[in-house]
C-alpha cells in the first residue's frame, strides 16, 4: 500500500470522523438548542443566547469548516472505492448549507443578541429544514461511501 493510499485513507476517515461529529452537533443544536429558546425568560434570553454564540464556533462552526476542508481534500487523495460522485453531491450539500448559514441563519441568530424575538426565533427555526435536510443528505452519502470502502477492502481482503 503506498504512501499516498494510506494518506488518502487517513484523510477520509478523518473526513468521516469530522462529518459524524459535525452532523451530531447540529442536531442537537437544531433539536434541541433551538427550540430552549423559546423557554427561556426575557430577562435571561440575552446572556443565554451569548453563552450560545460564544460556544458556537469551537463545538460546531470549525469542525464544520474542517469537514468542508477534508471532502475537497478527500478529491486529491481519493482512496480506492471512494465514488467521485459522491464526493461531489457531499460537498455540493455543504456548500449550500455553508451559503444559507452565512446568509441568512448567521445574520438572523445574530439579531438575537440584542434581545428575544419570537418572530425572528420562528423564523430562523422554519427555514432550517433546508440545513437539516443538506446534513442528513451528507452524512448518508458519508455513510454509504464508508461502507463501499469496508465492503470492497474486506471484498479484497476475502480474496
Not at 429558546?37 to 458556537?56: D, K, P, T
Not at 461531489?88 to 449550500?96: E, Y
Not at 428575544?116 to 443528505?137: G, P, S
Amino acid at each position: 500500500m503506498s504512501n499516498r493510499y494510506q494518506f488518502g485513507l487517513i484523510l477520509f476517515v478523518l473526513f468521516c470522523l469530522f462529518s459524524f461529529y459535525s452532523f451530531g452537533t447540529a442536531m442537537m443544536d437544531y433539536f434541541l438548542l433551538y427550540p430552549s429558546r423559546f423557554l427561556v425568560g426575557e430577562s435571561e434570553f440575552v446572556q443565554y443566547h451569548q453563552f450560545l454564540e460564544s460556544a458556537i464556533l469551537p463545538i460546531s462552526v470549525f469542525p464544520f469548516l474542517i469537514v468542508i476542508i477534508f471532502n475537497i481534500a478527500v478529491f486529491w487523495f481519493r482512496p480506492l472505492h471512494i465514488s467521485k460522485k459522491l464526493l461531489w453531491m457531499s460537498l455540493v450539500c455543504l456548500l449550500i448549507d455553508l451559503a444559507s448559514t452565512i446568509l441568512f441563519q448567521a445574520p438572523w441568530n445574530f439579531e438575537l443578541s440584542e434581545g428575544k424575538d419570537i418572530v425572528l426565533m420562528q423564523k430562523i427555526t422554519d427555514t432550517n429544514w433546508l440545513r437539516v435536510f443538506l446534513e442528513t443528505t451528507q452524512i448518508v452519502l458519508v455513510f454509504l461511501m464508508l461502507k463501499r470502502l469496508l465492503v470492497k477492502t474486506i471484498h479484497v481482503a476475502e480474496a
